[in-house]
Antibody, heavy 119, light 110 residues
C-alpha cells in the first residue's frame, strides 16, 4: 500500500523558515517524481513544485509564487522528500500535500500538513 | 502561469450525467495530452480520477470519463450517485515544464 506521510508543519512568523518532510513507502520511491501541492483553507489546489528522479537528473521546477523562496530536495536512501520554505509570507498559509508521480499527473497524495504563517 | 478555468459549480440529479469543463491555452491544455482530474471530498486529500485526458486509474468507476477538444478538456460523470458529490479539479502540464490546476468545481447531487 502506498503511503505518504508529511510532517514538519506548524506556526511560523512572516519572514521565517520551515522545512517539511514527506516519508514514502509502498512504491519505488527512487523512480518517481515528487511534487508538493498546497491548499489554503476554503480555496483551490495550487501546484508548488516538483523534483524528478535521479534518472531525470533530480530536475526541479517551481511555481512563480514560490520560486526563489522554496526548495525541493529528496533523499532516496531514506525514501523522503523535503520542502524547504524560506521568507514565508502570510499567503503561504495552507495545507501542504506531497504527491508521488510517474507521469504528468499526481498518482498518490499524502494527507497533508498545515503550515500557518502569522505573527 | 494562470489557473485553468472551471465552472464554480455544477449540479445534477441521481442517475443523470454532468460535464465539467476545463479551459486553458495552447501552452497547457491544448498543447499536451496531459490533462488529469481529481476528486476531493471535504477534509480529504484529492484522488486521481482521470489521467492523460481520458485514462482511468485502476479502481475508478467507468462512470467517469474524460475528453479534450482544442484548449478545453472535459470530465463527464454518468449515472450520478450521491457519493459523487465533491469538488473536482483539473490539472495540466505546461510548456514551462510546470503543472497548473483549475480553480475547482463543486458538484452538488440534488
Amino acid at each position: 500500500e502506498v503511503q505518504l506521510v508529511e510532517s514538519g508543519g506548524g506556526l511560523v512568523q512572516p519572514g521565517g523558515s520551515l522545512k517539511l518532510s514527506c516519508a514514502a513507502s509502498g512504491f519505488t520511491f527512487s523512480g518517481s517524481a515528487m511534487h508538493w501541492v498546497r491548499q489554503a483553507s476554503g480555496k483551490g489546489l495550487e501546484w508548488v513544485g516538483r523534483i524528478r528522479s535521479k534518472a531525470n537528473s533530480y530536475a526541479t521546477a517551481y511555481a512563480a509564487s514560490v520560486k526563489g523562496r522554496f526548495t525541493i530536495s529528496r533523499d532516496d536512501s531514506k525514501n523522503t522528500a523535503y520542502l524547504q520554505m524560506n521568507s514565508l509570507k502570510t499567503e503561504d498559509t495552507a495545507v501542504y500535500y506531497c504527491i508521488c508521480s510517474y507521469g504528468f499527473y499526481f498518482d498518490y497524495w499524502g494527507q497533508g500538513t498545515l503550515v500557518t504563517v502569522s505573527s | 502561469q494562470s489557473a485553468l478555468t472551471q465552472p464554480a459549480s455544477v449540479s445534477g440529479s441521481p442517475g443523470q450525467s454532468i460535464t465539467i469543463s476545463c479551459t486553458g491555452t495552447s501552452s497547457d491544455v491544448g498543447g499536451y495530452n496531459y490533462v488529469s482530474w481529481y476528486q476531493q471530498h471535504p477534509g480529504k486529500a484529492p484522488k486521481l480520477m482521470i489521467y492523460d485526458v481520458s485514462n482511468r486509474p485502476s479502481g475508478v468507476s467507468n462512470r467517469f470519463s474524460g475528453s479534450k477538444s482544442g484548449n478545453t478538456a472535459s470530465l463527464t460523470i454518468s449515472g450520478l450517485q450521491a457519493e459523487d458529490e465533491a469538488d473536482y479539479y483539473c490539472s495540466s502540464y505546461t510548456s514551462s515544464s510546470t503543472q497548473v490546476f483549475g480553480g475547482g468545481t463543486k458538484l452538488t447531487v440534488l
